[in-house]
C-alpha cells in the first residue's frame, strides 16, 4: 500500500516519524475516519460525506492548535488519487491524520512542521448486536480536552473504556460525563428510541459531532418521519429505552439489546432501528440515487 505523507505519495514503510516526534510522545495530533464503500454492480468505489469529514478535520486541527496544513479541496483530491493508486476495489476506512511534526521535548504547540498521512485500510465490521456497560471512566470534558475535536491524545479516554469493557466481557463501553449525563460510546454517537422518536445527547454534553449521528438524524424525519430530540439523556433513560443503537463511520449503525445486566426493550434488533440502518446501508454503497450527494464516486466512468 502506498501511503501519503505530506504530499506525496510513498511505501508503507517509509511513512515513518522519529522515536522523538512530538506527537508520538504527547499526542499532539489529530485525525478522522471515513469510508469509502465498493459497488460491484456499478463496479464503483463511494466515499461517503468526504468533504464534511475534511472540514471537521480541519475543525479538529484548529480546537487543538495541530493545524491542518492542506486545504480541505487538497485532502480530497488526495484521498481519491490514494485509493485509485492503491487500485482499492473493496471497501476500506481511511484514516488522515495530522501530527506535530517536531522532534524535541518542550511541550508546547508552537510550531510550523505539522505533517500529515493518509492512508487505507480493509475494515472488519464486526459483530451487528451488542452488549455495553456504563464505563467507571468518564468522557474528558470540555474544558480539558474538547471531545468536539477528534484528537489523538484524547483517545487514551476512549482506549481505556472500551478496555475496561471488553475485559468485563462486554462489547464496549457507554461514557457518562463528568455531570453524570450520557454521553456516547468511546468511538460513536449513541441514540434511543422511545415511542417511535429518536433521542440523543446534545455536543454539549461533551460528544463529538458524528457524520453518521447527523445522516440519520436527517434520514429518519425525511424517509420515516421519525424525529429526533436532541437533549441530555441520564442513564436511566438508556435501562428503560424501546431501542438504543449506536452510529460511527466504521460501525455504521449497530443495536444494543443490553445495557450492563438489563436487557434492552425486546432484546433483539427493534423495528425502528432495522429501517434506518437498512437504508443507511444502502446510501452509503450508492444504491439511493436520491443521496447520491452524499457520495464521491473515485473512478471515471467508462
Ligand atoms: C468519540 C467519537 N464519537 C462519535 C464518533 C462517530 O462519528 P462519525 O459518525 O462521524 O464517525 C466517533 C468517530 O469518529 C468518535 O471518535
Redesign the pocket.
Known amino acids: 500500500m502506498l501511503i501519503f505523507d505530506q504530499g506525496k505519495f510513498v511505501p508503507e514503510k517509509k511513512a515513518t516519524v522519529n522515536a522523538r516526534n512530538k506527537a508520538l510522545n504527547y499526542g499532539l495530533g489529530c485525525f478522522e ?1 471515513i469510508r469509502a464503500f465498493w459497488n460491484e454492480d456499478k463496479q464503483q468505489l463511494f466515499i461517503f460525506r468526504v468533504r464534511d ?1 475534511y472540514k ?1 478535520f480541519e475543525n479538529s486541527g484548529e480546537i487543538v492548535t495541530v493545524f491542518v496544513p492542506f486545504t480541505v479541496d487538497e485532502l480530497i483530491r488526495a484521498t481519491i488519487k490514494l485509493l485509485r493508486i492503491n487500485k482499492i476495489r473493496e471497501d476500506v476506512y481511511i484514516r488522515p491524520l495530522c501530527i506535530n511534526g517536531e522532534n524535541s521535548i518542550p511541550l508546547t504547540l508552537f510550531n510550523t512542521s505539522n505533517r500529515v498521512f493518509i492512508f487505507a485500510t480493509p475494515l472488519d465490521v464486526g459483530k451487528q448486536i451488542l452488549k455495553l456497560s456504563i464505563s467507571s471512566w468518564r468522557r474528558n470534558s470540555s474544558n480539558a480536552i474538547a ?1 468536539q475535536a ?1 484528537a489523538t491524545g484524547a ?1 487514551m479516554n ?1 482506549a481505556l473504556a472500551s478496555s475496561e469493557a471488553q475485559l468485563a466481557g462486554f462489547d464496549d463501553a457507554i461514557f457518562l460525563n463528568q455531570d453524570g449525563k450520557v454521553v ?6 449513541i441514540f434511543i428510541v422511545k415511542n417511535n422518536t429518536l433521542f440523543t445527547p446534545p455536543i454539549s454534553d461533551d ?2 459531532k ?4 447527523d445522516t440519520v438524524i436527517k434520514i429518519a424525519e425525511k424517509e420515516f418521519g421519525i424525529k429526533t430530540i436532541i437533549k441530555s439523556l441520564v442513564r436511566s433513560q438508556l435501562y428503560t429505552a424501546d431501542e438504543v443503537f449506536i ?4 460501525t455504521g449503525i449497530k443495536t444494543v439489546v443490553q445495557i450492563d445486566e438489563r436487557t434492552i426493550g425486546t432484546g433483539k434488533e427493534g423495528p425502528v432501528t432495522r429501517k434506518i440502518k437498512d437504508l443507511y446501508n444502502q446510501i452509503v454503497r450508492g444504491n439511493v440515487p436520491k443521496y447520491k450527494f452524499f457520495l464521491t464516486p473515485v473512478y471515471k466512468k467508462r
Open positions: 475516519g469529514h471537521r471531545p477528534k483517545y476512549s456516547e460510546a468511546p468511538t460513536d454517537n460528544v463529538l458524528g457524520i453518521t449521528r452510529t460511527g463511520t466504521a
